[in-house]
């Protein structure tokens, strides 16, 4: 079984990336063959652009980039910027004093900067968030700062901002009241894991950024596959003929996609392509990754 497949929309952490924070030998294999064979890749996550860069190198291809939940889409690692949806700076102050007031700590995020909101509570949530120190990191040409300081927050920090990031325990209920006290606001609200609650501008999204690329490429609905795990990744699924949900993804996921690949952990994305797209399976010690009994899992999987 081969697809007319002509783009890869493809998260990374829990999709694209394993629970180690590393991406399986059997998708870099596949992702490189694909690209070999005149099929875009686009990398949409939650993460910023600037981190996203390095992940293409290590990937080895030359993708899309729709950062922040597609709030900014980048034709390549150097650009140029395709397309940046911002809140607008009354709408940011009040994302931002809701989130604030919440006790919560929380991020938000503009062009090469993140801001942390709250730092004071960030250690009562473990290790998790330890990589959160002020700083700049990433390349000399595309810097990345994190900023913890409360007065450049409401200065310069709220304009531009693509999205806020609430960060608390798994499935904390305090994440249900600030969708509450949002609402009106008709924002872009999902998550990126069962920690965090995202706020976008309203219509912004991962599926409204695939759509835009789409249509930016001449590309056709039935000709895009897309894989996700976590709820941020619906509206890509959904704008996708082909989706796919990680077999460790969310229950909701699953069933918005109507298909599963396997775990992250098996390289579930490369040996879904390898199957689906580039019409092989890789042989028994070809790849370091764990073998799964493909045809057997597939079956009733795809309709």
């Known amino acids: 079984m081969s697809l007319n497949i ?20 059997v998708n870099i294999r596949a992702l490189q063959e694909c690209e070999a064979r005149g099929i875009r890749v686009a990398l949409v996550s ?97 810097p990345y700062e994190y900023v913890c300081d409360r007065n450049r927050l409401w200065g310069e920090g709220l304009d531009g901002v693509y999205k806020f990031v609430a960060m608390g325990e798994p499935y904390d209920p305090r994440f249900e009241g600030l969708k509450a006290e949002l609402r009106d606001m008709n924002l872009s609200v999902s998550s990126a894991s069962r ?25 056709r609905r039935e000709q895009v596959m897309a894989f996700g795990d976590q709820t941020n990744d619906i509206p890509m699924l959904e704008a996708a003929g082909w989706s796919f949900a990680m077999e460790n993804a969310e229950e909701a996921v699953k069933r918005a996609a109507g298909r599963v690949a396997p775990h992250c952990d098996q390289g579930g994305v490369g040996l879904t392509l390898n199957e689906l797209v580039l019409g092989h399976v890789p042989q028994k010690g070809e790849s370091k990754e764990p073998q799964v009994p493909w045809q057997e899992f597939l079956r009733d999987r795809v309709p």
């Open 6 to 25: 002509r783009l890869l929309a493809l998260d990374i952490d829990g999709t694209l990336m394993d629970t180690r924070k590393r991406f399986p030998e």
């Open 46 to 142: 939650g993460r910023s652009f600037e981190m996203m860069r390095r992940f293409a190198r290590e990937l080895g291809v030359h993708p899309i980039f729709a950062a922040c939940n597609g709030a900014r889409i980048e034709a390549g690692e150097d650009g140029p910027t395709l397309a940046e949806h911002c809140y607008p700076r009354a709408s940011a102050e009040r994302v931002c004093r809701t989130l604030e007031d919440s006790g919560m700590y929380f991020n938000a995020y503009r062009r090469g900067k993140c801001y942390m909101g709250n730092p004071e509570v960030k250690p009562t949530l473990g290790p998790r968030y330890a990589h959160h120190t002020p700083g700049i990191s990433g390349d000399p040409g595309h």
């Open 195 to 219: 920690r965090n609650a995202e706020f976008m501008p309203p219509g912004t999204d991962k599926g409204s950024a695939v759509r835009a690329i789409c249509e930016l490429l001449g590309i």
